[in-house]
């Protein structure tokens, strides 16, 4: 079973930064495709960025140039560096891990982007 913690989320005002954290536990990590997704208030929940084993990354249209997902597979985390927010980024934020069959989520930590 893996655990995934996140951590980093918070308030910030437009145009300014938050980086985001996810801690996984297990040694199996590094064979899983990793990801951000999002969900704000009445809304689906979306895929932000995602990052396979091997490093190869994908970014949704709307944070594209902004946002920057990475991986350590020796620490066993991913964080998604978000610059630029604007007012239409609030949403709670959550890590996945996924491999065939199996999807892992976080709690979700909240982002909150205002003036």
């Known amino acids: 079973q893996v655990q995934l913690v996140e951590s980093g989320g918070g308030l910030v005002q437009p145009g300014g930064s938050l980086k985001l954290s996810c801690a996984a536990s297990?040694?199996?990590?590094?064979?899983?495709?990793t990801g951000w997704y999002r969900q704000a208030p009445g809304k689906q929940r979306e895929l932000v960025a995602t990052v396979t084993p091997g490093g190869t990354t994908n970014y949704a249209d709307f944070v594209k140039g902004r946002f920057t997902i990475s991986r350590d597979n020796a620490k066993n985390t991913v964080t998604l560096q978000m610059n630029s927010l604007k007012p239409e980024d609030a949403a709670v934020y959550y890590c996945n891990l996924h491999r065939l069959w199996y999807d892992y989520w976080g709690q979700g930590t909240q982002v909150t982007v205002s003036s």
């Open positions: 297990g040694s199996t990590f590094s064979i899983y495709a």
